[in-house]
Nanobody, 124 residues
Framework: HLQLVESGGGLVQPGGSLRLSCAAS????????IGWFRQAPGKEREGVSS????????YYADSVKGRFTISRDNAKNTVYLHMNSLKPEDTAVYYC?????????????????WGQGTQVTVSS
């Protein structure tokens, strides 16, 4: 059974940091590219960051460049999203998704497996 599980969300003050994890079970992530997406209340889901398989080319939405960093640890079968300088507008449910082979960017049809999401709330 192929599964992605996100963790690490929570409540944080503006300017704070969180690290989200995306752990895979039932398959190994090293052949997959991983994307992080988010959906805020009343808004469409949007791409945040992605990392390709192989050498790990990274890609970021303009809204998070310089603040978020995506990384992968194939030995742990996990991808991380390090989020710094968080803003209230970063509040959303964050999802990770896996796409087989080389995927870069946020075309959702290229991602075959999705997690259930983790809530991130940025508020004072």
């Amino acid at each position: 059974h192929l599964q992605l599980v996100e963790s690490g969300g929570g409540l944080v003050q503006p300017g704070g940091s969180l690290r989200l994890s995306c752990a895979a079970s039932g398959f190994t992530l090293d052949s997959y590219s991983i994307g992080w997406f988010r959906q805020a209340p009343g808004k469409e889901r949007e791409g945040v960051s992605s990392i390709s398989n192989g050498v790990g080319v990274t890609y970021y939405a303009d809204s998070v460049k310089g603040r978020f960093t995506i990384s992968r640890d194939n030995a742990k079968n996990t991808v991380y999203l390090h989020m710094n300088s968080l803003k209230p507008e970063d509040t959303a449910v964050y999802y990770c998704a896996a796409g087989l082979d080389y995927v870069l960017g946020f075309r959702e049809f290229e991602y075959q497996h999705w997690g259930q999401g983790t809530q991130v709330t940025v508020s004072s």
